[in-house]
Protein backbone atom coordinates (compact mmCIF):
# COMPACT_ATOMS: atom_id res chain seq x y z
CA UNK A 1 0.00 0.00 0.00
CA UNK A 2 2.69 2.18 1.31
CA UNK A 3 4.09 1.78 -2.60
CA UNK A 4 0.72 2.16 -4.44
CA UNK A 5 0.79 5.63 -2.78
CA UNK A 6 4.31 6.87 -3.57
CA UNK A 7 3.50 5.34 -6.97
CA UNK A 8 0.33 7.80 -7.30
CA UNK A 9 2.10 10.48 -5.90
CA UNK A 10 0.73 10.77 -2.80
CA UNK A 11 3.17 8.99 -0.14
CA UNK A 12 5.30 12.47 0.41
CA UNK A 13 2.23 14.58 1.00
CA UNK A 14 2.06 16.84 4.12
CA UNK A 15 -1.05 16.31 6.75
CA UNK A 16 -2.70 19.64 5.52
CA UNK A 17 -2.14 18.69 1.70
CA UNK A 18 -3.24 15.72 2.29
CA UNK A 19 -6.47 17.02 3.81
CA UNK A 20 -6.95 18.93 0.58
CA UNK A 21 -6.71 16.31 -1.52
CA UNK A 22 -9.51 14.34 1.02
CA UNK A 23 -11.48 16.65 0.52
CA UNK A 24 -11.48 16.72 -2.89
CA UNK A 25 -11.87 12.84 -3.66
CA UNK A 26 -15.01 12.96 -1.46
CA UNK A 27 -16.61 15.31 -3.37
CA UNK A 28 -15.49 14.02 -6.59
CA UNK A 29 -17.29 10.76 -5.36
CA UNK A 30 -20.16 12.38 -3.75
CA UNK A 31 -21.32 14.30 -7.95
CA UNK A 32 -20.62 10.59 -8.94
CA UNK A 33 -23.69 9.59 -7.10
CA UNK A 34 -21.94 7.35 -4.55
CA UNK A 35 -23.79 7.40 -1.26
CA UNK A 36 -22.33 9.39 1.60
CA UNK A 37 -20.66 6.12 3.44
CA UNK A 38 -18.17 5.52 0.11
CA UNK A 39 -16.48 9.13 0.46
CA UNK A 40 -16.30 8.68 4.37
CA UNK A 41 -14.84 5.50 4.05
CA UNK A 42 -12.39 6.55 0.84
CA UNK A 43 -11.06 10.11 2.85
CA UNK A 44 -10.28 7.60 5.90
CA UNK A 45 -8.10 5.36 4.03
CA UNK A 46 -6.62 7.80 2.02
CA UNK A 47 -5.56 9.59 5.53
CA UNK A 48 -4.58 6.64 7.23
CA UNK A 49 -2.54 5.27 4.45
CA UNK A 50 -0.96 8.40 3.43
CA UNK A 51 -0.12 9.96 6.90
CA UNK A 52 0.31 6.56 9.18
CA UNK A 53 1.56 3.58 7.22
CA UNK A 54 2.65 2.12 9.90
CA UNK A 55 -1.00 1.58 11.08
CA UNK A 56 -3.01 -1.39 9.95
CA UNK A 57 -6.16 -1.34 8.03
CA UNK A 58 -7.60 -3.10 10.56
CA UNK A 59 -7.79 0.19 13.21
CA UNK A 60 -10.34 1.05 10.69
CA UNK A 61 -12.28 -2.05 11.13
CA UNK A 62 -11.80 -1.48 15.11
CA UNK A 63 -13.26 2.10 14.94
CA UNK A 64 -16.27 1.23 13.01
CA UNK A 65 -17.50 -1.85 15.47
CA UNK A 66 -16.78 0.42 18.10
CA UNK A 67 -18.59 3.71 16.69
CA UNK A 68 -22.19 1.10 16.41
CA UNK A 69 -21.11 -0.95 19.60
CA UNK A 70 -22.60 1.80 22.33
CA UNK A 71 -25.63 1.07 23.69
CA UNK A 72 -27.00 4.08 23.66
CA UNK A 73 -27.68 3.87 19.71
CA UNK A 74 -29.86 1.02 20.79
CA UNK A 75 -32.40 3.87 21.03
CA UNK A 76 -32.83 4.80 17.41
CA UNK A 77 -33.98 1.57 15.93
CA UNK A 78 -36.57 1.50 18.64
CA UNK A 79 -37.91 4.98 18.51
CA UNK A 80 -37.74 4.78 14.04
CA UNK A 81 -40.21 1.68 14.75
CA UNK A 82 -42.18 3.54 17.45
CA UNK A 83 -42.56 6.44 14.78
CA UNK A 84 -43.65 3.38 11.71
CA UNK A 85 -46.49 2.13 14.03
CA UNK A 86 -48.04 5.09 14.68
CA UNK A 87 -47.35 6.55 11.14
CA UNK A 88 -49.79 2.56 10.25
CA UNK A 89 -52.01 4.04 12.88
CA UNK A 90 -54.59 6.83 13.86
CA UNK A 91 -51.88 8.50 16.13
CA UNK A 92 -51.18 11.29 14.36
CA UNK A 93 -55.22 11.73 13.41
CA UNK A 94 -55.83 12.44 17.10
CA UNK A 95 -53.22 14.83 18.20
CA UNK A 96 -54.31 16.41 15.09
CA UNK A 97 -58.30 16.96 15.63
CA UNK A 98 -56.90 17.63 19.55
CA UNK A 99 -55.22 20.76 18.43
CA UNK A 100 -57.55 21.90 16.25
CA UNK A 101 -60.70 22.27 18.78
CA UNK A 102 -58.45 23.96 21.00
CA UNK A 103 -56.73 26.65 19.18
CA UNK A 104 -58.61 26.59 15.51
CA UNK A 105 -60.71 29.26 16.24
CA UNK A 106 -57.91 31.50 16.74
CA UNK A 107 -56.69 34.43 13.99
CA UNK A 108 -54.53 31.89 12.28
CA UNK A 109 -55.89 29.09 13.72
CA UNK A 110 -55.17 26.36 11.11
CA UNK A 111 -51.47 26.96 10.83
CA UNK A 112 -51.15 27.06 14.21
CA UNK A 113 -53.15 24.26 14.41
CA UNK A 114 -50.40 22.09 12.10
CA UNK A 115 -47.47 23.80 14.01
CA UNK A 116 -48.60 22.54 16.76
CA UNK A 117 -49.70 18.96 15.31
CA UNK A 118 -46.04 18.96 14.34
CA UNK A 119 -44.50 19.91 17.57
CA UNK A 120 -46.69 16.66 19.46
CA UNK A 121 -45.91 14.32 16.65
CA UNK A 122 -42.09 15.23 16.85
CA UNK A 123 -42.68 14.22 21.01
CA UNK A 124 -44.00 11.18 19.37
CA UNK A 125 -41.93 10.57 16.51
CA UNK A 126 -38.63 11.79 16.42
CA UNK A 127 -38.37 11.94 12.82
CA UNK A 128 -38.41 15.17 10.99
CA UNK A 129 -39.48 13.00 7.50
CA UNK A 130 -42.12 11.02 9.75
CA UNK A 131 -43.84 14.46 10.51
CA UNK A 132 -43.76 15.49 6.76
CA UNK A 133 -45.70 12.25 6.22
CA UNK A 134 -48.39 12.01 8.73
CA UNK A 135 -49.42 15.79 9.41
CA UNK A 136 -48.60 17.02 5.39
CA UNK A 137 -51.27 14.67 4.13
CA UNK A 138 -54.05 15.49 6.20
CA UNK A 139 -53.66 19.34 7.03
CA UNK A 140 -52.35 20.20 3.48
CA UNK A 141 -56.06 20.80 2.36
CA UNK A 142 -57.57 22.20 4.78
CA UNK A 143 -55.12 25.07 4.56
CA UNK A 144 -55.71 25.42 0.81
CA UNK A 145 -59.28 25.24 1.48
CA UNK A 146 -59.05 28.21 3.89
CA UNK A 147 -57.35 30.19 1.69
CA UNK A 148 -53.41 30.15 2.35
CA UNK A 149 -51.11 30.14 -0.87
CA UNK A 150 -49.93 26.42 -1.42
CA UNK A 151 -46.22 27.81 -1.20
CA UNK A 152 -47.12 28.95 2.39
CA UNK A 153 -48.78 25.71 3.12
CA UNK A 154 -45.68 23.39 1.83
CA UNK A 155 -43.40 25.87 3.91
CA UNK A 156 -44.91 25.73 7.09
CA UNK A 157 -45.42 21.61 6.58
CA UNK A 158 -41.64 20.84 5.85
CA UNK A 159 -40.38 23.77 8.84
CA UNK A 160 -42.81 22.94 11.74
CA UNK A 161 -41.26 19.29 11.34
CA UNK A 162 -37.96 20.56 11.78
CA UNK A 163 -39.06 20.98 15.85
CA UNK A 164 -39.15 17.18 15.70
CA UNK A 165 -35.45 17.46 15.57
CA UNK A 166 -35.71 19.39 18.92
CA UNK A 167 -38.43 18.06 21.14
CA UNK A 168 -37.38 14.85 22.22
CA UNK A 169 -36.60 12.35 21.27
CA UNK A 170 -34.01 13.18 18.66
CA UNK A 171 -32.30 11.23 16.29
CA UNK A 172 -29.69 13.81 15.66
CA UNK A 173 -29.51 14.21 19.89
CA UNK A 174 -28.62 10.82 20.13
CA UNK A 175 -26.02 10.54 17.33
CA UNK A 176 -24.68 13.94 18.79
CA UNK A 177 -23.94 12.66 22.38
CA UNK A 178 -22.68 9.42 20.80
CA UNK A 179 -19.95 11.09 18.76
CA UNK A 180 -19.19 14.05 21.66
CA UNK A 181 -19.64 12.23 24.56
CA UNK A 182 -22.55 14.35 25.76
CA UNK A 183 -25.17 13.27 28.00
CA UNK A 184 -28.24 12.36 25.94
CA UNK A 185 -30.70 12.30 28.48
CA UNK A 186 -29.54 16.35 28.90
CA UNK A 187 -29.71 16.49 25.67
CA UNK A 188 -33.34 15.48 25.38
CA UNK A 189 -34.36 17.86 28.19
CA UNK A 190 -32.60 20.87 26.68
CA UNK A 191 -33.76 20.51 23.48
CA UNK A 192 -37.18 20.92 24.98
CA UNK A 193 -36.64 25.10 25.27
CA UNK A 194 -35.50 25.74 21.83
CA UNK A 195 -38.35 23.43 20.40
CA UNK A 196 -41.48 25.62 22.19
CA UNK A 197 -39.04 28.84 21.01
CA UNK A 198 -39.85 28.36 17.42
CA UNK A 199 -43.13 27.35 17.71
CA UNK A 200 -44.00 30.72 19.62
CA UNK A 201 -42.02 32.37 16.85
CA UNK A 202 -43.81 29.97 13.85
CA UNK A 203 -46.95 31.09 15.88
CA UNK A 204 -46.54 34.74 15.62
CA UNK A 205 -45.73 34.46 12.04
CA UNK A 206 -49.44 32.74 11.15
CA UNK A 207 -50.82 34.62 13.38
CA UNK A 208 -49.87 38.00 11.33
CA UNK A 209 -49.98 36.72 8.09
CA UNK A 210 -53.91 35.53 8.97
CA UNK A 211 -54.69 39.06 9.40
CA UNK A 212 -52.92 40.15 6.37
CA UNK A 213 -54.66 37.51 4.20
CA UNK A 214 -57.87 38.14 6.18
CA UNK A 215 -58.43 34.63 6.48
CA UNK A 216 -61.79 33.94 8.29
CA UNK A 217 -61.80 32.41 11.47
CA UNK A 218 -63.03 28.77 11.92
CA UNK A 219 -66.20 27.96 14.15
CA UNK A 220 -65.28 27.39 17.68
CA UNK A 221 -65.76 23.98 18.95
CA UNK A 222 -68.13 23.09 21.71
CA UNK A 223 -66.60 22.28 25.24
CA UNK A 224 -68.55 18.61 24.55
CA UNK A 225 -65.97 18.41 21.27
CA UNK A 226 -63.39 19.75 23.10
CA UNK A 227 -63.34 17.47 26.17
CA UNK A 228 -64.31 14.54 23.56
CA UNK A 229 -60.96 15.57 21.36
CA UNK A 230 -59.16 15.50 24.41
CA UNK A 231 -60.37 11.82 25.28
CA UNK A 232 -59.40 10.37 22.23
CA UNK A 233 -55.86 12.35 22.52
CA UNK A 234 -55.11 11.09 26.20
CA UNK A 235 -53.49 8.04 25.41
CA UNK A 236 -51.08 9.04 22.41
CA UNK A 237 -50.27 11.86 24.70
CA UNK A 238 -48.70 9.20 26.61
CA UNK A 239 -45.40 9.27 24.36
CA UNK A 240 -43.60 12.64 25.47
CA UNK A 241 -44.70 11.81 28.98
CA UNK A 242 -43.05 8.17 29.12
CA UNK A 243 -39.63 10.25 26.72
CA UNK A 244 -39.90 13.16 28.76
CA UNK A 245 -41.18 12.23 32.18
CA UNK A 246 -39.43 9.10 32.62
CA UNK A 247 -35.67 10.51 31.84
CA UNK A 248 -36.18 13.67 33.34
CA UNK A 249 -37.53 11.62 37.21
CA UNK A 250 -34.72 9.30 36.32
CA UNK A 251 -36.85 6.54 36.01
CA UNK A 252 -35.90 5.60 32.32
CA UNK A 253 -32.61 6.43 30.08
CA UNK A 254 -32.98 7.07 26.76
CA UNK A 255 -32.48 3.75 26.06
CA UNK A 256 -34.97 1.75 28.39
CA UNK A 257 -37.23 4.95 27.17
CA UNK A 258 -37.20 4.22 23.36
CA UNK A 259 -37.74 0.29 24.11
CA UNK A 260 -41.13 1.60 26.43
CA UNK A 261 -41.87 3.49 23.57
CA UNK A 262 -42.17 0.79 20.95
CA UNK A 263 -44.50 -0.94 23.72
CA UNK A 264 -46.69 1.68 23.82
CA UNK A 265 -46.89 2.21 20.62
CA UNK A 266 -47.36 -1.82 20.04
CA UNK A 267 -50.51 -1.72 23.16
CA UNK A 268 -51.97 1.55 21.69
CA UNK A 269 -51.81 1.18 18.08
CA UNK A 270 -52.75 -2.93 18.10
CA UNK A 271 -54.84 -3.43 21.03
CA UNK A 272 -56.54 -0.26 22.10
CA UNK A 273 -57.31 1.34 18.91
CA UNK A 274 -56.73 -1.80 16.70
CA UNK A 275 -55.59 0.06 13.26
CA UNK A 276 -52.37 -2.01 13.33
CA UNK A 277 -52.63 -5.73 12.69
CA UNK A 278 -49.79 -8.57 13.12
CA UNK A 279 -49.83 -9.08 9.52
CA UNK A 280 -48.95 -5.09 9.49
CA UNK A 281 -45.48 -5.63 11.19
CA UNK A 282 -43.11 -6.94 9.07
CA UNK A 283 -43.53 -4.46 6.69
CA UNK A 284 -42.94 -1.91 9.30
CA UNK A 285 -40.16 -3.79 10.99
CA UNK A 286 -38.65 -4.25 7.32
CA UNK A 287 -38.92 -0.01 7.01
CA UNK A 288 -37.27 0.53 10.27
CA UNK A 289 -34.83 -2.10 9.46
CA UNK A 290 -34.25 -0.47 6.16
CA UNK A 291 -33.59 3.13 7.95
CA UNK A 292 -31.86 1.84 10.61
CA UNK A 293 -29.37 0.32 8.01
CA UNK A 294 -28.29 3.05 6.48
CA UNK A 295 -27.61 5.11 10.03
CA UNK A 296 -26.11 2.59 11.58
CA UNK A 297 -23.89 2.33 8.23
CA UNK A 298 -22.74 6.29 8.24
CA UNK A 299 -22.38 6.10 12.15
CA UNK A 300 -19.87 3.63 11.66
CA UNK A 301 -17.99 5.07 8.47
CA UNK A 302 -18.68 8.63 10.28
CA UNK A 303 -16.64 7.42 13.27
CA UNK A 304 -13.94 5.63 11.68
CA UNK A 305 -13.38 9.06 9.53
CA UNK A 306 -13.64 10.68 13.24
CA UNK A 307 -11.01 8.74 14.10
CA UNK A 308 -8.82 9.59 11.41
CA UNK A 309 -8.63 13.21 11.52
CA UNK A 310 -8.60 13.63 14.93
CA UNK A 311 -5.45 11.61 15.07
CA UNK A 312 -4.01 13.00 12.41
CA UNK A 313 -4.60 16.21 14.42
CA UNK A 314 -6.40 18.22 11.35
CA UNK A 315 -8.87 20.15 13.44
CA UNK A 316 -5.91 21.94 15.12
CA UNK A 317 -4.42 22.58 11.27
CA UNK A 318 -7.76 24.37 10.70
CA UNK A 319 -9.13 25.74 14.02
CA UNK A 320 -5.73 26.33 15.81
CA UNK A 321 -6.18 29.90 15.94
CA UNK A 322 -9.91 29.98 16.90
CA UNK A 323 -8.74 27.19 19.77
CA UNK A 324 -5.87 29.70 21.01
CA UNK A 325 -8.05 32.44 21.49
CA UNK A 326 -11.10 30.72 22.54
CA UNK A 327 -11.34 31.60 25.38
CA UNK A 328 -11.92 35.36 25.15
CA UNK A 329 -14.56 34.87 22.23
CA UNK A 330 -17.05 31.59 22.97
CA UNK A 331 -19.69 33.98 20.85
CA UNK A 332 -17.64 33.41 17.92
CA UNK A 333 -16.55 29.52 18.33
CA UNK A 334 -20.55 29.18 18.61
CA UNK A 335 -21.70 31.52 15.68
CA UNK A 336 -18.72 30.12 13.75
CA UNK A 337 -20.47 26.59 14.71
CA UNK A 338 -23.80 27.28 13.69
CA UNK A 339 -22.58 28.55 10.38
CA UNK A 340 -20.28 25.67 9.70
CA UNK A 341 -23.07 22.99 10.64
CA UNK A 342 -26.13 24.83 8.67
CA UNK A 343 -24.03 25.00 5.80
CA UNK A 344 -22.67 21.34 5.64
CA UNK A 345 -26.31 20.45 6.09
CA UNK A 346 -27.63 22.37 3.45
CA UNK A 347 -25.82 19.31 0.97
CA UNK A 348 -25.40 16.74 3.38
CA UNK A 349 -27.57 14.31 5.75
CA UNK A 350 -27.69 16.11 9.38
CA UNK A 351 -26.19 13.00 10.77
CA UNK A 352 -22.57 13.05 8.15
CA UNK A 353 -22.50 17.08 9.09
CA UNK A 354 -22.58 15.85 12.62
CA UNK A 355 -20.74 12.76 12.52
CA UNK A 356 -17.45 15.13 10.56
CA UNK A 357 -18.07 18.55 12.27
CA UNK A 358 -17.88 17.57 16.20
CA UNK A 359 -14.71 16.54 16.37
CA UNK A 360 -13.17 19.00 14.48
CA UNK A 361 -14.46 21.25 17.14
CA UNK A 362 -14.27 19.70 19.93
CA UNK A 363 -11.09 21.11 21.18
CA UNK A 364 -12.39 24.80 20.48
CA UNK A 365 -15.74 24.13 22.64
CA UNK A 366 -13.17 22.57 25.50
CA UNK A 367 -10.97 25.41 25.37
CA UNK A 368 -13.75 27.80 25.22
CA UNK A 369 -15.25 26.19 27.88
CA UNK A 370 -18.82 26.24 26.64
CA UNK A 371 -21.48 23.47 27.91
CA UNK A 372 -21.76 20.95 25.49
CA UNK A 373 -25.49 20.84 26.10
CA UNK A 374 -26.14 23.75 24.57
CA UNK A 375 -23.58 23.13 21.89
CA UNK A 376 -25.09 19.85 20.87
CA UNK A 377 -28.93 21.86 20.96
CA UNK A 378 -27.49 24.14 18.97
CA UNK A 379 -26.24 21.70 16.55
CA UNK A 380 -29.15 19.79 16.53
CA UNK A 381 -31.37 23.13 15.99
CA UNK A 382 -28.28 23.60 12.75
CA UNK A 383 -29.29 19.98 11.45
CA UNK A 384 -33.23 20.77 11.62
CA UNK A 385 -32.42 23.68 9.69
CA UNK A 386 -30.48 22.59 7.00
CA UNK A 387 -33.01 19.50 6.53
CA UNK A 388 -35.74 22.09 5.19
CA UNK A 389 -33.37 24.18 3.50
CA UNK A 390 -32.57 24.07 -0.48
CA UNK A 391 -30.63 23.04 -2.33
CA UNK A 392 -30.87 19.61 -0.64
CA UNK A 393 -32.30 19.39 2.58
CA UNK A 394 -34.22 15.81 3.22
CA UNK A 395 -37.76 17.36 4.45
CA UNK A 396 -37.56 19.15 0.79
CA UNK A 397 -37.35 16.01 -0.89
CA UNK A 398 -40.05 13.92 1.60
CA UNK A 399 -42.63 16.63 0.75
CA UNK A 400 -41.93 16.83 -3.21
CA UNK A 401 -42.76 13.30 -3.06
CA UNK A 402 -45.47 13.25 -0.77
CA UNK A 403 -46.80 16.75 -2.21
CA UNK A 404 -46.27 15.69 -5.71
CA UNK A 405 -45.32 18.97 -6.51
CA UNK A 406 -42.40 20.58 -8.34
CA UNK A 407 -39.18 21.00 -6.26
CA UNK A 408 -39.64 24.90 -6.95
CA UNK A 409 -42.55 25.69 -6.12
CA UNK A 410 -41.79 23.50 -2.58
CA UNK A 411 -39.20 25.65 -1.44
CA UNK A 412 -41.18 29.10 -2.43
CA UNK A 413 -42.72 29.63 0.85
CA UNK A 414 -39.37 28.77 2.87
CA UNK A 415 -37.33 32.42 3.31
CA UNK A 416 -39.65 33.53 6.13
CA UNK A 417 -39.62 30.23 8.16
CA UNK A 418 -35.78 30.02 7.67
CA UNK A 419 -35.57 33.77 8.64
CA UNK A 420 -37.36 33.05 11.87
CA UNK A 421 -35.51 29.47 12.20
CA UNK A 422 -32.02 31.71 11.81
CA UNK A 423 -33.46 34.35 14.82
CA UNK A 424 -33.67 31.60 17.12
CA UNK A 425 -30.40 30.73 16.74
CA UNK A 426 -29.15 34.01 17.49
CA UNK A 427 -31.88 34.11 20.75
CA UNK A 428 -30.42 30.38 21.54
CA UNK A 429 -26.59 31.76 21.65
CA UNK A 430 -27.22 35.31 23.16
CA UNK A 431 -29.64 33.39 26.08
CA UNK A 432 -28.32 30.17 26.36
CA UNK A 433 -30.60 29.32 29.29
CA UNK A 434 -33.58 28.83 26.90
CA UNK A 435 -31.73 25.62 26.21
CA UNK A 436 -29.97 25.05 29.99
CA UNK A 437 -32.84 25.99 32.22
CA UNK A 438 -34.71 22.80 32.26
CA UNK A 439 -31.31 20.47 32.31
CA UNK A 440 -30.20 22.70 34.99
CA UNK A 441 -33.10 21.67 37.53
CA UNK A 442 -32.45 17.85 37.05
CA UNK A 443 -29.04 18.61 38.93
Known amino acids: MDKLMEFIGLGGLSTASMSVV ?11 GYPMMVPLLVGSMLLLFTQFPFLEGSVMIQQMIGGISQSVLVA ?10 MIKGHTADRLLDLVSKFVGHLRGGLPMTTAVSCTLFGAVSGSTQATVVAMGQPLRPKLLEAGYSDKFTMALIINASDIALLIPPSIGMIIYGVVSGTSVGDLFIAGIGPGLLILLLFSVYCYYLSIKLKIPVLPKATRAERLTALKKAILPMGFP ?16 AAAMSVAYALILEMVIFRQVRMSDLPQVALSTGLITAVVFILVAAGTAFSWVISFAKIPDLLLGDVVANAADSPYMILALISVSYFVGCMFVDPIVVILILTPIFAPAVAAAGIDPVLVGTLVTLQAAIGSATPPFGCDIFTAVAIFRRPYLEVIRGTPPFICLLLLSTVLLIVFPQIALFLPGLMQ
Open 76 to 85: VPMFILAADI
Open 241 to 256: VIIIGGIYSGTFSPTE
Open 22 to 32: VAVVMVVFLLM
